[in-house]
C-alpha cells in the first residue's frame, strides 16, 4: 500500500515560482522502487502529464509545455518526489497530482500508474 500526499500548491503571479512536494509512505517495497510522475487537470480538461521520473532519478521526461521551465526531482532518503516550477503561465493553473507506478521506470501515461495523491491546487494569476 502506497501513500501519496502533495503539498506546496497556491496561487502566484505570473512568472513567478512553486515547489510542489508529494510525500510517499509505502508499507511494501521501498519508495526507491517505484517510478514517479506529476500530472495536471484543469477545469473542464481532462488529466494530462506534466513530468516524470525513474526510480534513481536518471531518467527524466517532460510535457513539452512544461520543458525548459519544470524540472522534477527525487530523495530517495525522504521518499519525496518535487515538481519545480518557474516562469508559470496561466494556462499552468490546475490540480496538480503525484502519482506512483511499480516499476523502477517512468512512463507519460496516467493508466499506467498504480497510485495517486489527492492533488495540491496550483494557481497563476496574470
Known amino acids: 500500500q502506497v501513500q501519496l500526499v502533495e503539498s506546496g500548491g497556491g496561487l502566484v503571479q505570473a512568472g513567478g515560482s512553486l515547489r510542489l512536494s508529494c510525500s510517499c509512505t509505502t508499507s511494501g517495497p521501498s519508495f526507491s522502487s517505484y517510478g514517479m510522475g506529476w500530472f495536471r487537470q484543469a477545469p473542464g480538461k481532462e488529466r494530462e502529464f506534466v513530468a516524470a521520473i525513474s526510480w534513481s532519478g536518471g ?19 525522504k521518499n519525496t518526489v518535487y515538481l519545480q516550477m518557474n516562469s508559470l503561465k496561466p494556462a499552468d493553473t490546475a490540480i496538480y497530482y503525484c502519482a506512483a507506478r511499480a516499476s523502477y521506470y517512468s512512463t507519460s501515461y496516467s493508466s499506467s500508474y498504480d497510485y495517486w495523491g489527492q492533488g495540491t491546487q496550483v494557481t497563476v494569476s496574470s
Do not use: E, L
Request: proline share 0%; aromatic share 10%.
Open 59 to 77: 531518467s527524466t521526461n517532460y510535457a513539452d509545455s512544461v520543458k525548459g521551465r519544470f524540472t522534477i526531482s527525487r530523495n530517495n532518503a
